[in-house]
């Protein structure tokens, strides 16, 4: 069973960095991404970033281009997102997430099988 645990997140000042994990700790998971979402109070879950899981292709929001590096370590079941120059609009739940196959648009909520508990970053300005 995939179970998707997060850990590295908390309060970091603008300009900041902070390293999120994410470990399938089921050590099942051999779908077609993993990737993050977030979600700040009062706002939709927004796509953060994306890396498939054999290529290792990568897809970011825009806003996060240039600032936020996906990584992953197949042989661990782990995906890693590196955030730098962090703002305080960047304040959100974050989530990991899964996708066991190559349906639905990789931006979307609904495309993605499995999700994590959700890690809290925050930036203070």
């Known amino acids: 069973q995939v179970q998707l645990v997060e850990s590295g997140g908390g309060l970091v000042q603008a300009g900041g960095s902070l390293r999120l994990s994410c470990a399938d700790s089921g050590r099942t998971f051999s779908g077609y991404s993993m990737g993050w979402f977030r979600q700040a109070p009062g706002k939709e879950r927004e796509f953060v970033t994306a890396i498939t899981w054999s290529s290792g292709n990568t897809y970011y929001k825009d806003s996060v281009k240039g600032r936020f590096t996906i990584s992953r370590d197949n042989a661990k079941n782990t995906v890693y997102l590196q955030m730098n120059s962090l703002r305080p609009e960047d304040t959100a739940v974050y989530y990991c997430?899964?996708?066991?196959?190559?349906?639905?648009?990789?931006?979307?909520?609904?495309?993605?099988?499995?999700w994590g508990q959700g890690i809290q970053v925050t930036v203070s300005s």
């Open positions: 997430t899964a996708r066991a196959r190559p349906r639905g648009r990789t931006t979307t909520v609904d495309a993605y099988d499995y």
